[in-house]
């Protein structure tokens, strides 16, 4: 630090405290690198000198070196390069013992590398035996006392060197029971690791079986060993596999001694024993295990090291055939277990059928490709007594078992999906905030609004016999009242399944044609089986569907009869959407229909084109439908019928309580809001004296204002709804329900005018007519048919008949050729706009009745029909006439005329009269169309 900052930061006292402490530093900094010179100076000085030595020794070395080189070249000159001769002498029996022991110890020295090798090689028969004869080797040097007490002492590395190859012993046999878990190995290489654990641990025939066998199963579980993750599940499977055929073949070659009767089969057995006998045989020699003939040791070398041959303590005696058989069985029974827990943990990390089908196919490759496969029956016979399939038996029930694991989590998911879908879509009509939301509550909008996809720019490529419902255009979506959100759900199912079933086709897959060829196992046997649970799956999936549809209608209809305060109209919008979606999953969902009649796509739509251009009989021929699909259908049906019927019987009472309100109420403001415009006649009559008198009457024209809002609510809620593509029962519903509850009112209104109190306003003459006509009319406009209910028939017979009665009966006589001309012509108006009414029981009833009446004609906006039409077969044309278009019973109330009474006459607006001639399309087709078919003009 500099002097002028210290000086200017700190005291003087400070000052000098710093000094202190820094000359401190300095001594303490100067002691430190005294001690480390003084400590490091001797090490220093020690590997100067080494250093020094090594270069003496090293100089030393170099100079020796050199003097032999010289000496080698002196001694090589002086000779001329010729070897001296050797003096023979006799050698004396002690030099050729003292050359035997040699000659032992040398061959006991080469052991250890010979032993290595052969267990590098993984000959551990051979290292076996070369271990045996060092043992014998040994114990021969040790034993031999007059020579050894002159041979070891010259050879001190004997007593090191057995310790050395004592120790091959147990890597000798853990070589062996390593080998035994390997799959790879062959049966023969299995047999020689057999003797050698025989050999040496004096081991008898059923011990080493039973080794195998455990050492087999231990196999088995360490392939389920999630050690190697690079390892796949399908790889598994295979060495698995692999291992269990191996292993049968091999216990047949190695263990199975064949009877009488097996002598000629070509398969091969008794391995083991041939091999001891073999291995144990002292009259063969065994060439690999002593040194080659030019050895110098194989002169010296005593007859039993040369004929040296291991040998067991305990003879090796064959397994008896039920033994084995039993042995097997038992071990078989085991690695099932085994196999069974370890295949379904790893079976469980596999989310798709498609998965399963590779490993099967890879199982069924494996199997057939594996050339030990062709003695297969035989081999399990003997070994089992029995025939055994390695797939039944280990594997396809646990496939089986996940594949419907896995199909039962998909529906269960298409399921929740549905459920999740259809709580989202209900929840979306109950707060409507956009367009979308909007038209799932009114059809007739969204009907009637153009999109892009009304109709489809292919439309016009695809033939119409190769077009679906669920391919169809969105007109037919609309003729259908099926919403966009209906839709989307309904496809999104389908969707759904469709993926499903082509993961589950994976596994049926096609069926080969049968060959002469015996395959491994039947690839296509669990096909019926896995058809069945797909669609006992399938109609379970949708059952469950239709009872959480069954409870929201049933939450709903709570609803609907609870306070007042509750939002009705979201309630119906919720109702009638279910009741859609119930006969969507019909016709908009074919793979559904496909899933649980366990057929294809294909055939299912050639059966459905062939019955739709068909009559009902040929239909008939043709079979029966799918039972379950039918039973799915008709639940599908039967809760939409639920819901609309929750729907009509609403709107019915709704409309009757409307028409029974205003119907009931006295004031004079109701009365006039109700009353219509009055058709006044003048009639002339002559009296008996045959004067002439002129009177103007007035009758109903017109239907009371009332009844025209009651009849155009309830066709504007049925077009609200899609009434085009509601069946006929709930429309007839609504009628029946309608009809009962005005027929209701009628009475109870009649029953209030007949009492004595003067509460309720009277019921004229006038009010009778009025509502005379407005029952006729509501009758004609929601006509029912008589043999539906004859009781409603009678009913509103009586009911006419006491209106009628009300009125004088020669006013009556007078007023009803009139009533009945003006309800003829207000049923012929109000037939289109009531359309939804009107044409319940028969196409086209009220709008063929154009005829006139009386002779007159009236004036309309309408081009004349043609009487010939069969060129225009797609107009809707009619040359239907008809006098009256009114109900049967209504057809016999004719005028009654009082006796005396002269004829009526009735000034109508005269009209000009239309001929046929003059029809536009008559005279279209003999300009334009004259020349067809080769008709001259």
């Known amino acids: 630090m500099d002097t002028n900052v210290l000086f200017e930061k700190f005291t003087v006292d400070e000052i000098r405290q710093i000094g202190n ?7 303490k900094k100067k002691e430190d690198l005294r001690q480390m010179v003084g400590e490091r100076y001797r090490d220093l000085i020690e590997a100067a000198d080494t250093i020094t030595k090594m270069k003496k020794s090293a100089s030393n070395v170099m100079m020796s070196v050199a003097s032999m080189q010289d000496y080698c070249k002196k001694s090589t000159q002086g000779f001329g390069g010729k070897q001296l001769p050797q ?13 035997e022991a040699v000659a032992q110890i040398k061959l006991l020295l080469d052991m250890p590398e010979k032993i290595w090798s052969a267990i590098d090689s993984r000959e551990y028969l051979r290292a076996t035996q070369l271990y045996l004869l060092s043992r014998h080797i040994n114990t021969q040097v040790q034993l031999n006392t007059p020579q050894a007490g002159r041979t070891l002492p010259c050879f001190p590395v004997v007593y090191r060197q057995w310790a050395t190859i004592s120790h091959f012993k147990g890597t000798i046999l853990a070589g062996c029971r390593d080998m035994l878990k390997n799959c790879e190995v062959t049966k023969q290489v299995t047999t020689e690791c057999l003797c050698s654990i025989m050999l040496l641990e004096d081991r008898t025939t059923i011990q080493v079986f039973n080794e195998y066998l455990l050492a087999r199963m231990t196999a088995v579980q360490q392939l389920f060993n999630f050690s190697q993750p690079s390892v796949s599940i399908k790889t598994q499977v295979c060495n698995l596999v692999h291992l269990i055929v191996t292993t049968l073949h091999q216990i047949h070659a190695v263990f199975y001694t064949p009877g009488e009767k097996y002598q000629e089969t070509k398969v091969e057995s008794n391995l083991l024993l041939q091999t001891l006998e073999k291995v144990t045989n002292k009259g063969t020699a065994d060439a690999s295990v002593l040194p080659g003939e030019d050895s ?3 002169k010296y070398l005593q007859n039993d090291v040369l004929e040296f041959r291991p040998s067991l303590k305990l003879s090796a005696s064959p397994i008896s055939t039920s033994k084995l058989q039993e042995s097997c069985t038992e071990w078989v029974n085991t690695c099932v277990q085994a196999v069974h827990t370890g295949i379904t943990r790893l079976v469980g990390y596999i989310n798709s059928v498609k998965g399963l089908t590779g490993i099967r196919d890879a199982v069924w490759e494996h199997l057939e490709n594996d050339s030990n496969m062709a003695e297969w029956d035989e081999i399990c016979s003997r070994s089992l007594n029995r025939k055994m399939s390695v797939w039944e038996e280990f594997f396809r029930p646990l496939f089986l078992d996940r594949i419907k694991a896995i199909l039962q989590s998909q529906f269960d998911s298409t399921l929740q999906m549905c459920k999740q879908q259809t709580e989202k879509i209900l929840e979306e009509l109950t707060h409507v905030t956009d367009r979308a939301v909007s038209l799932e509550c009114d059809a007739a909008t969204y009907i009637w609004n153009e999109t892009p996809g009304d109709v489809p720019a292919n439309t016009a490529w695809i033939q119409a016999s190769y077009k679906t419902l669920s391919e169809g255009s969105g007109l037919i979506m609309k003729a259908k009242a099926y919403t966009p959100a209906v839709q989307r759900l309904s496809l999104e199912l389908d969707g759904k399944i469709d993926t499903i079933m082509e993961d589950g086709s994976n596994y049926i897959g096609i069926e080969e044609m049968s060959t002469d060829r015996k395959e491994p ?7 019926e089986y896995i058809r069945q649970f797909l669609q006992t799956t399938c109609e379970k999936c949708v059952k469950m569907l239709l ?5 929201k209608l049933k939450e709903s209809s709570a609803h609907m009869e609870g306070p007042k305060g509750t939002d009705v109209e979201v309630v119906l919008n919720r109702i009638i959407c279910l009741g859609r979606l119930c006969l969507a999953l019909c016709e908009l969902s074919p793979h559904l229909k496909q899933c649980i009649t366990a057929g294809t796509k294909t055939e299912i739509e050639r059966l459905d084109k062939r019955k739709s251009s068909l009559s009902k009989g040929s239909v008939a021929r043709l079979g029966d439908p799918p039972p379950h699909w039918d039973q799915v259908k008709a639940m599908l049906v039967e809760t939409s019928q639920d819901a609309y019927r929750l729907w009509s ?9 409307y028409y029974a309100s205003v119907l009931f109420d006295s004031t004079g403001t109701s009365l006039l809001n109700t009353i219509t415009r009055w058709d006044k006649i003048d009639i002339q009559e002559e009296t008996e004296a045959g004067q002439s008198i002129k009177s103007t009457i007035s009758v109903p024209m017109h239907p009371s204002w009332t009844v025209q809002a009651m009849l155009e609510n309830i066709c504007e809620e049925i077009n609200r709804v ?3 593509a509601l069946d006929r029962t709930i429309l007839l519903n ?3 329900l309608t009809t009962d509850g005005i027929l209701d009112a009628y009475h109870k209104l009649i029953s209030q005018s007949k009492k004595s109190d003067n509460s309720s306003f009277p019921l004229t003459q006038n009010r009778a007519l009025q509502l005379l006509f407005d029952l006729k009319f509501i009758s004609i406009v929601m006509a029912r048919r008589e043999e539906s209910n004859k009781t409603h028939s009678a009913g509103l017979q009586s009911m006419i008949e006491t209106l009628e009665g009300m009125v004088d009966p020669f006013d009556l006589d007078v007023f009803t050729p009139h009533m009945q001309k003006h309800l003829a012509r207000q049923s012929q108006r109000c037939s289109i706009l009531f359309g939804a009414l009107t044409s319940l029981d028969r196409h086209g009833v009220y709008s063929s009745a154009r005829g006139t009446q009386a002779g007159h004609q009236e004036q309309h906006n309408v081009l004349p029909l043609t009487s010939n039409h069969s060129r225009f077969q797609l107009l809707p044309l009619s040359t239907q006439t008809s006098k009256s278009i009114l109900p049967h019973h209504m057809l016999s109330l004719k005028p009654k005329m009082a006796t005396g009474a002269s004829g009526l006459i009735e000034h109508p607006i005269p009209q000009p009269q239309l001929k046929e001639s003059s029809s536009f399309y008559d005279k279209l087709g003999s300009m334009w169309f004259s020349n067809i078919g080769g008709k001259s003009s």
């Open 21 to 27: 402490k820094t000359r401190s530093d300095i001594e």
């Open 87 to 99: 003096k023979k002498r006799e050698t004396s029996s002690d030099d050729v013992k003292f050359y």
């Open 296 to 298: 110098v040791c194989m």
């Open 521 to 527: 196992f039947d690839r296509h046997g669990d096909n």
């Open 547 to 551: 009872e959480h549809i069954k409870y």
């Open 649 to 657: 019987e609403y709107i019915s009472r709704n409309v009757v309580d």
């Open 722 to 724: 899609g009434g085009q």
């Open 734 to 736: 609504v009628l029946q």
